[in-house]
């Protein structure tokens, strides 16, 4: 790995490198490094709110997706946040998109008859939980 | 909002309809029985272990459905939610499933007595009585879904939608109660830019009305017919004249007026092939900054807009949806212009039946009587003047020979002055407008003319009469054509007399004259009760429009663009429109109803 890589990455990841140098200083032998020690961070996701009014009234939501992890599901009323999620997630890389959808039956018109409307999933969002 | 056949009734769709447990449950209030869940029961449960769960829950009592289904409707207690009791009956281990008893309808179904020939709005394949394209016959389901979609929504009166036409015939009954409230400002509820302009709109051509019928025509009114919007807010901008003509100067009026008034949607129905016109260009632009969505006609050609730019369809702001025609069967409208990427959507527009602005009469004549003849230079020895052609039926022509048989064998006279008139009565009806259309074939030498002039009150309308039309320097062509029609309302009376005239240059090398057909006279009173179905892109659009008023009245936070991806994004795919629209897709009101745009701006911080 060069120098410039080096600098590229996050605080957290810099550290660890430098533990891993004074762990080759001080042992002389042939053992491998330790791998890096997962940890728990809090995520707080937020997107641009919909327009529209049966995503902001009861039976519209959103499905947050996050790869790897359970569909959050934020249905209607939305808390003082707004449009936006917590997750709590262990470090690692993710893949994160957004559903936006209603009660609406797109045949038929009728509110909750079980089949309700979904937009087009957002644009992937690739997040790097540090170590 | 009271629908003709309304009525409610329950629908257990035990086998397609999914099972929703508490995590799930977030159905609006009214969309489901209140007091009521539909419980499936464990099988080989027994009906006194059944009643036992649902006792524990709290239930009244409940009922079964059918003894193979074990489904069961539960009466709930008075205080408990439909909410809490699908999560009890969700967390007991005796049930397999559990859900609202959820309420369906039947579709809004509006109480207008022309209601069954809006194929657009419900297509069972029926005939259109009075249409003139063929097929008047189509597929049953090829609409656009209106009546699912009056489900959710009827009323756009919220969404000005200015409707850029030949103005609006405002006293119809059917729009009388839709048009917009212009205040003392604009108390005909909108504006006129034709000519020197007014502040009455009032639709002399009847193509407004037409398209504003379509918009919004009253629904459930008992009257006429429906509009895809039942309540709409209709301002009427004129800019074309009776003829159904307009210029550059009053088109950007009109569409200035209508953003600087509110109106959120701009219809216009009109457009032509010429070159790219900047000043048009820049009030569609003018529009979009202003949050303001163009819904515009592809044209009637039959032509490629990508290859021959129509505007403003081919205009290309993003606020701008450009429309094509389809018939009864979902044919893309063997005169509708396409453009892959020009031209948007599709939507019907064919024996489209919608208001009307008056009674339109038709006055022909025959050009074989009547007529008054005269002739400043004809003798016998050398013929000029005007007489009716023996050979050619419904034919009068100039230069005809002496014994008056064939035009086109002798030549008009220098230095002459060749008049012929005739008197019409155009009063009989209290006439509103007069428009007159004819064909002149012509061979003139430059500097010898062809004029056509009326006078109100007879006689030679070459003395002290209006002139409509000059032409000169033709040959072998046709100098007037049965379109475009000449406004010669100034000349209603009983004694209108119309007249063509040839006059030459004392050194005129002289010509064969010309000879005139196809005289025509339209009238129109104006009234407040007529239908006219007809066939165009021009009402495919106002289809469109209304859809784009019922989804900006549903989202009022939409933007211009919101609703342009809801309209186009959600169509449905349609064979005949694949590689001939930018989408492939017809307009499905529903669909653009229940749109949703993609979430977008997501961003993430971790802590």
Redesign the interface.
């Given at each position: 790995m060069t120098l410039s890589q080096f600098f590229s990455f996050k605080s957290s990841s810099i550290a660890l490198l430098t533990a891993l140098t004074i762990t080759a200083c001080g042992g002389g032998g042939g053992s491998a490094p330790p791998p890096p020690i997962p940890t728990s961070?809090?995520?707080?996701?937020?997107?641009?709110a919909?327009?529209?009014?049966?995503?902001n009234?009861?039976?519209?939501?959103?499905k947050v997706a996050i790869s790897g992890q359970p569909v959050i599901?934020v249905?209607?009323p939305y808390a003082a946040s707004g449009?936006a999620a917590v997750a709590t997630?262990m470090s690692g890389t993710y893949s994160?998109?957004?559903?936006?959808?209603?009660?609406?039956?797109?045949?038929?018109?009728?509110?909750?008859?079980?089949v309700t409307?979904?937009?087009?999933?957002?644009?992937a969002?690739t997040?790097?939980?540090?170590y | 909002m009271t629908f003709h056949t309304r009525s409610l009734i329950s629908i257990i769709l035990l086998s397609a309809a999914p099972t929703l447990h508490a995590a799930a449950f977030n159905a609006p209030a009214g969309s489901y029985a209140p007091s009521q869940v539909l419980v499936q029961f464990k099988p080989n449960l027994t009906s006194a272990m059944q009643s036992q769960t649902a006792q524990s829950i709290g239930a009244q009592s409940i009922q079964a459905l059918a003894t193979r289904s074990n489904w069961s409707i539960a009466n709930l207690p008075a205080g408990q939610s439909v909410a809490q009791a699908v999560a009890a009956y969700a967390n007991n281990p005796n049930v397999a499933a559990v859900q609202p008893n959820y309420i369906y309808h039947t579709m809004a179904v509006p109480n207008d007595p022309q209601y069954s020939q809006l194929w657009a709005a419900k297509n069972t394949g029926q005939t259109i009585t009075a249409g003139t394209y063929a097929p008047t016959t189509g597929t049953a389901g090829d609409d656009m879904n209106l009546e699912a979609a009056w489900n959710v929504q009827t009323d756009c009166s919220s969404t000005i939608v200015a409707v850029i036409d030949s103005g609006v015939n405002y006293t119809s009954t059917d729009l009388a109660a839709n048009m917009w409230n212009g205040g003392a400002a604009a108390p005909l509820h909108g504006w006129n830019f034709v000519g020197a302009g007014s502040n009455d709109p009032m639709d002399l051509n009847g193509h407004g009305t037409h398209v504003a019928g379509t918009i919004g025509a009253e629904g459930n009114n008992t009257i006429g017919v429906t509009g895809v919007c039942w309540k709409a807010s209709i301002m009427a901008v004129r800019v074309m004249d009776a003829t159904g003509a307009g210029t550059t100067s009053s088109v950007i009026q009109g569409i200035d007026y209508a953003i600087t008034h509110g109106a959120k949607i701009l219809n216009m129905s009109l457009g032509g092939q010429g070159p790219f016109d900047p000043a048009y260009s820049a009030a569609i632009t003018r529009a979009q900054t202003s949050n303001v969505l163009v819904v515009v006609a592809a044209g009637n050609s039959n032509t490629n807009n990508d290859a021959a730019p129509t505007y403003p369809c081919s205009f290309t702001q993003p606020n701008l949806i450009c429309v094509a025609a389809l018939d009864q069967n979902y044919a893309l409208a063997n005169f509708s212009n396409f453009g892959a990427t020009s031209v948007d959507v599709g939507a019907p527009g064919t024996n489209i039946l919608s208001t009307w602005n008056g009674l339109h009469t038709t006055i022909t004549d025959p050009l074989n009587a009547g007529w008054v003849f005269s002739s400043t230079t004809a003798t016998a020895a050398a013929p000029s003047g005007w007489g009716y052609d023996l050979v050619n039926p419904n034919v009068m022509g100039d230069a005809l020979t002496p014994t008056g048989s064939q035009w086109g064998f002798t030549k008009y006279n220098a230095g002459t002055d060749d008049r012929t008139y005739k008197t019409f009565n155009l009063a009989g009806t209290n006439t509103n407008v007069a428009l007159l259309s004819v064909s002149a074939a012509a061979n003139l030498i430059n500097g010898d003319f062809l004029n056509a002039n009326f006078k109100a009150i007879g006689g030679d309308p070459f003395t002290a009469g209006t002139n409509v039309f000059s032409g000169t320097n033709a040959k072998d062509g046709f100098i007037l054509t049965p379109s475009p029609k000449f406004d010669i309302s100034a000349c209603i009376s009983t004694t209108c007399s119309i007249g063509f005239q040839l006059t030459s240059t004392p050194t005129s090398l002289r010509d064969t004259g010309v000879a005139i057909a196809n005289f025509r006279i339209d009238t129109v009173t104006l009234n407040s009760t007529a239908q006219n179905t007809i066939n165009g892109t021009s009402m495919a659009t106002p289809q469109v429009a209304g859809v784009a008023a019922l989804v900006w009245s549903h989202n009022p936070m939409f933007t211009y663009a919101d609703v342009a991806n809801a309209i186009k994004d959600s169509g449905r795919p349609t064979p005949s429109l694949a590689g001939k629209t930018t989408t492939g897709k017809a307009v499905d009101a529903m669909r653009a109803l229940s749109y949703i745009n993609q979430p977008s701006g997501l961003s993430v911080v971790v802590h």
């Open positions: 961070h809090v995520v707080n996701l937020s997107w641009t919909n327009r529209e009014a049966a995503v009234r009861a039976g519209g939501g959103y599901d249905p209607f449009a997630l994160v998109t957004v559903t936006a959808y209603s009660a609406m039956n797109a045949n038929t018109g009728i509110a909750a008859s079980g409307s979904n937009s087009v999933p957002s644009a969002f997040i790097t939980v540090p | -």
